[in-house]
């Protein structure tokens, strides 16, 4: 399960880093929510997988006897995917804005020349 | 100390900010609402500051939970500053828009998305615990990315797309980081993970979840190789945005460091010589950078990445002396850095451009402003006694402590090209007759004069802020000391958060 999940990661930093260094901004946007993704699985991955054995404490005891699922990263993965679906919404829309007044996808169409400043 | 206080500061903008959500559309209405709750915001955070001051290292435990299990809230004295200086930034930020920001802005929710994101500047000064501090870094950069875009002019919303791309790229690193660290220590509370990455046993491991947090940060705070966003967006946006920005978003990037790299990671000597790298190559770049510009923000947005230089510089030798100079400058970067952004808004009232070629003959027309604004540039230059010459001496005296002389070259090369620069302008927007006299577009003129107030008033609050800084150095290098000894000798602040004895 940890290399599958290794694999995975190393998969989704790998085509997100690819992705953000090409031209397009669907790409972009593309990249950035493959990169986030790979983020969560790492923090995941990084919460020591355990197979059905949730954290709670036995009664007969009072501290945990046995290796058990840490809460803890899911929590920040759940913190993690709710942010970044507002930062990915936000994007959405801001490129397709900027699709709507520029009418290109490419990156290096948005320079606007100084002499245009205010 | 337990202090449920220490939140007040961050309650204050995020009551201001909602309550002025119930006032949409009613732009009247939310102007009172902005200035009075960042005066409150003020008094708060004055209050707070001095009870830091006098009792030391302040502490709350969210929910009660004890401290490395429950988020923490820790108010040390870096913090308070910053939370001080912010909050009088916010202020002067707040007075100015009321004015400076156009009401079509202001109809789509400027004041409470500014207010939200004065709160997650406040948020991530005050917190202990590291992922509660990303979550804080997105309440910043979610509220940046709208003010950035609010208008949606064609450059607002290219400058924005730069903007939002590194930002967020900058957030994943940082979470990266956090899952690398969570993964070798199984702790977040910064104080806990201060004393367990000390005993964690792969010291490459340690060192490569460091580069995380050296480019989530650099990126935020706009370091040499990183900086590319910054000056390609930074002069989209309306004045008091940029002022906004410009003051503290890459402050929070510094302080950010700061914190991380004097609790957790203690720089060893290949983080110091990779820091010293980056800062002398940011105030080489920027400064540079600076020379060719002829539009007033886009030279400001360079200045602001030269000076972060001298900033990671300081981090980089990492002695009390240094940090010293650092945190001195940090708090002198705020107020000045702010008014420039100001400044440079008035300056467009006045002639209703900012490029420095069709500027001219303000001071013919405007003595008494000219003099104002010459003061702040005259303090952001640093020439004695205003501010911005105080922290040099710290920063020039433990370079040469340490013998880093490309350091020394490039404080020296960036401090003259500061001067050169704001010299330049002084001559060109202020001295020089305008190019074309029937082409000048005076929208400050006709204003009513309580408008007029308005729009001078923050500038010359900031300046205050400015002259007192330099003129009362003594208190500040009292303020930077302790702050730096704190920052050296972290057992006060792990003690302060991790001690059970507190709980009365």
Redesign the interface.
């Known amino acids: 399960m940890e290399l599958l999940l290794v694999l995975v990661l190393g998969l989704l930093y790998a085509a997100g880093v690819y992705l953000?260094l090409r031209r397009s901004?669907v790409k972009?946007l593309l990249g950035?929510m493959l990169?986030?993704n790979g983020?969560n699985v790492?923090?995941f991955?990084?919460?020591k997988i355990t197979k059905g054995s949730p954290p709670v404490i036995d009664e007969s005891y009072k501290v945990f006897q046995d290796i058990y699922a840490?809460p803890?990263?899911q929590a920040?993965i759940l913190?993690?995917i709710v942010?970044s679906f507002?930062?990915t919404s936000?994007?959405i829309v801001?490129?397709k804005?900027?699709y709507a007044?520029?009418n290109s996808d490419d990156?290096d169409d948005?320079?606007?020349p100084?002499e245009?400043?205010? | 100390m337990i202090d449920n206080h220490i939140l007040a500061p961050v309650f204050v903008q995020l009551f201001t900010a909602v309550i002025q959500l119930m006032f949409w559309r009613k732009t009247l209405t939310q102007r009172y609402l902005s200035v009075g709750g960042s005066f409150i915001g003020l008094l708060v955070a004055i209050r707070l500051f001095s009870r830091v001051y006098q009792d030391g290292i302040l502490t709350m435990n969210a929910a009660n939970w004890d401290a490395p299990f429950g988020i923490v809230f820790v108010a040390d004295l870096l913090s308070v500053t910053l939370v001080l200086l912010t909050s009088i930034a916010c202020f002067a930020v707040s007075i100015f828009s009321s004015i400076g920001v156009s009401r079509q802005r202001m109809l789509y929710g400027y004041f409470p998305i500014f207010h939200f994101l004065i709160m997650g500047l406040h948020g991530a000064f005050l917190t202990g615990d590291i992922f509660n501090l990303y979550v804080y870094f997105e309440v910043i950069i979610i509220s940046s990315f709208v003010l950035m875009t609010l208008g949606g002019r064609k450059a607002q919303l290219e400058g924005a797309v730069k903007y939002m791309a590194m930002n967020i790229l900058a957030s994943m690193f940082f979470l990266t980081g956090i899952g690398l660290l969570y993964g070798l220590t199984g702790s977040l509370n910064m104080a806990d993970l201060a004393l367990k990455v000390r005993q964690v046993q792969d010291g490459t491991l340690v060192g490569i979840t460091s580069c995380f947090f050296i480019l989530g940060f650099g990126i935020k705070s706009a370091v040499f190789p990183l900086y590319y966003w910054l000056p390609s967006s930074y002069h989209t946006p309306p004045s008091a945005v940029a002022a906004t920005f410009g003051g503290l978003l890459t402050k929070v990037g510094i302080y950010a460091m700061l914190r991380v790299f004097s609790l957790i990671f203690v720089p060893d000597e290949f983080t110091r010589t990779l820091l010293m790298v980056i800062a002398c190559a940011t105030i080489l770049t920027g400064a540079f950078g600076a020379i060719i510009k002829t539009n007033i923000r886009r030279l400001f947005s360079y200045l602001i990445v030269c000076h972060i230089g001298f900033m990671i510089g300081g981090i980089a030798m990492f002695s009390k002396l240094a940090l010293m100079g650092v945190v001195f400058y940090l708090i002198h970067d705020i107020a000045v850095k702010t008014n420039m952004f100001l400044i440079a808004g008035l300056i467009r009232q006045l002639r209703g451009t900012m490029d420095m070629d069709k500027l001219g003959g303000l001071y013919r027309d405007y003595p008494k402003i000219s003099v104002l604004i010459a003061l702040v540039l005259f303090s952001l230059v640093g020439i004695p006694p205003l501010s911005g010459f105080w922290p040099k001496i710290f920063l020039f005296q433990e370079a040469f402590l340490q013998t880093q002389y490309f350091f020394v070259a490039a404080l020296i090369v960036g401090s003259f090209v500061t001067l050169y620069v704001i010299a330049n302008m002084w001559a060109q927007v202020f001295w020089k007759n305008p190019p074309r006299e029937e082409e000048v577009d005076d929208r400050f003129a006709p204003m009513q004069p309580y408008r007029k107030l308005l729009m001078v008033l923050p500038i010359g609050m900031l300046a205050l802020t400015t002259l007192y800084i330099g003129l009362n150095a003594e208190a500040i290098v009292l303020v930077a000391e302790k702050i730096s000894s704190q920052l050296i000798d972290t057992s006060t602040y792990i003690e302060a958060v991790l001690n059970k004895n507190n709980e009365l």
Do not use: H, Q, S, Y
Request: no cysteine; net charge negative; proline share 3%.
């Open positions: 953000i901004l972009l950035i990169l986030g983020t790492l923090i991955l990084l919460g840490d803890i990263p920040l913190t993690a942010i507002a930062l936000f994007a801001l490129l804005r900027v007044l520029v990156l948005l320079n606007t100084e245009e400043d205010l």
